[in-house]
C-alpha cells in the first residue's frame, strides 16, 4: 500500500516550478501556468456540467473531493466569485511565492475552478485577488464574457 502524498513534498515541487516559470518568463508565465493546470484537470474525475448554476454547487464538492482543501464554499459576485476555502493543503506554496513578489496566478485552486468553467462551460476567467493564511482563505475568480 502506499503513502499518503507528503504535502510538504508538493508544495515545494509546485514552488519551484512556479517560480522558475515566472522568474523565466515574467507575467507570460501566467499563461503557461493556466494551461498546464487546464490540462491536468482533464485527468480528474469531475462531474459535467451544462449550467453556472450546476457549477456553482459542483466546485465545493470537487475542490474537496479531490483533497485540495477541507471545504470551499462559493459566493457570487457582479464579476464572478469569491471562494471561502478552508484548508487550502497549497497555502505554503501560495504564501512562499507571495514572499517572492510572485503574483497569485499560481493559486491551485483557483486555477482547477477556471479550467473546471473552462472545459465545461467554454467560460474565461482569471484569478483576482487573493487574500489569507493558513487558516482560510478567499480567492476572487472574474470571468470574461
Same mark, same amino acid.
Given at each position: 500500500m502506499s503513502k499518503p502524498l507528503d504535502e510538504k513534498a508538493v508544495n515545494s515541487l509546485l514552488y519551484?516550478? +512556479?517560480? $522558475? !516559470?515566472?522568474? %523565466?518568463?515574467?507575467?507570460? +508565465? *501566467?499563461? !503557461?501556468?493556466? #494551461? +498546464?493546470?487546464? *490540462? /491536468? @484537470?482533464? %485527468?480528474? @474525475?469531475v462531474p459535467k456540467v451544462s449550467s453556472i448554476e450546476e457549477a456553482e454547487q459542483a466546485i465545493p464538492k470537487l475542490i474537496s473531493d479531490i483533497g485540495f482543501a477541507d471545504s470551499v464554499t462559493t459566493e457570487k $459576485?457582479?464579476? /464572478?466569485?469569491? !471562494?471561502?476555502? #478552508?484548508?487550502?493543503?497549497?497555502?505554503?506554496? $501560495?504564501?512562499?511565492?507571495? @514572499?517572492? %513578489?510572485v503574483p497569485d496566478f499560481t493559486c491551485i485552486i483557483g486555477n482547477i475552478v477556471i479550467a473546471y468553467l473552462q472545459n465545461n462551460l467554454s467560460l474565461r476567467a482569471r484569478i483576482g485577488n487573493v487574500t489569507g493564511d493558513e487558516n482560510g482563505s478567499r480567492v476572487e475568480i472574474n470571468i470574461h464574457k
Open positions: 519551484g516550478l +512556479a517560480y $522558475t !516559470l515566472y522568474k %523565466n518568463m515574467g507575467k507570460s +508565465a *501566467e499563461a !503557461l501556468f493556466k #494551461q +498546464a493546470l487546464n *490540462e /491536468g @484537470e482533464k %485527468n480528474f @474525475e $459576485t457582479d464579476s /464572478g466569485y469569491i !471562494l471561502d476555502v #478552508q484548508g487550502c493543503k497549497f497555502w505554503p506554496f $501560495t504564501r512562499d511565492l507571495r @514572499e517572492k %513578489n
